[in-house]
């Protein structure tokens, strides 16, 4: 396994830099997100009882449920409650994260970052027109590309240390870009 990838499961708590300074939400709301997407892993679902989550944000109950309805209020994350045989069986909310536009600003800015340092003749005529095209462009995260490509992490992982898998790092998850990868896919096969 590579060592240079880390993993959501491997870390304390972890919350984006376009997360942490966005103004939407409360910074305990932003605690909750973070100890929610370290239960969360790669599939981007949570499964957290409120009592235990307000324990581990160090909060208290109440408090805690109105961190939850500010992050579903902002589009962060979509709550899926139980119901029926599911609700008797006391079994707990799923938080599902969702991608946000706070985020594509982030991503896109990193791209173009990149770009420029790896790219110093960009004008700035043409950086502007980069990050337009990057914002209107959708992203896919490190799942997904597993299953378009249809290789293992493993691999994937080698791609983009030793051969120059284009991606975008938001924090510690991979970005790709879908006409990206096809492009770099078509120069391999000429080579």
Same mark, same amino acid.
């Given at each position: 396994m590579n060592n240079n990838i880390m993993l959501l499961e491997n870390v304390d708590v972890f919350i984006p830099n376009a997360l942490m300074s966005f103004r939407g939400i409360s910074q305990g709301a932003k605690l909750a997100w973070a100890k929610l997407a370290q239960h969360a892993g790669e599939k981007g679902e949570a499964y957290s009882d409120i009592e235990t989550?307000?324990?581990e944000v160090g909060t208290q109950?109440?408090?805690c449920v109105r961190y939850i309805q500010e992050l579903e209020k902002n589009n962060l994350?979509?709550?899926?409650?139980? +119901?029926?045989v599911d609700k008797l069986g006391h079994k707990t909310n799923?938080?599902?994260?969702?991608?946000?536009e706070i985020?594509?600003?982030a991503v896109v800015r990193e791209s173009v970052e990149r770009e420029s340092i790896e790219k110093e003749s960009h004008t700035k005529e043409k950086k502007g027109?980069?990050?337009?095209? +990057?914002? +209107?462009?959708?992203?896919i995260g490190l799942p997904k590309l597993i299953k378009y490509l249809n290789l293992s992490r493993i691999r994937i992982c080698k791609l983009i240390k030793h051969e120059k898998l284009p991606y975008y790092k938001l924090g510690n998850r991979y970005y790709f870009k879908l006409t990206e990868i096809d492009e770099y896919?078509?120069?391999?096969k000429l080579q």
């Open positions: 989550l307000a324990h109950k109440r408090q994350i979509k709550v899926i409650r139980p +119901e029926g799923c938080y599902i994260f969702l991608w946000n985020y594509d600003t027109r980069v990050w337009m095209e +990057e914002k +209107e462009n959708n992203f896919l078509s120069s391999k």
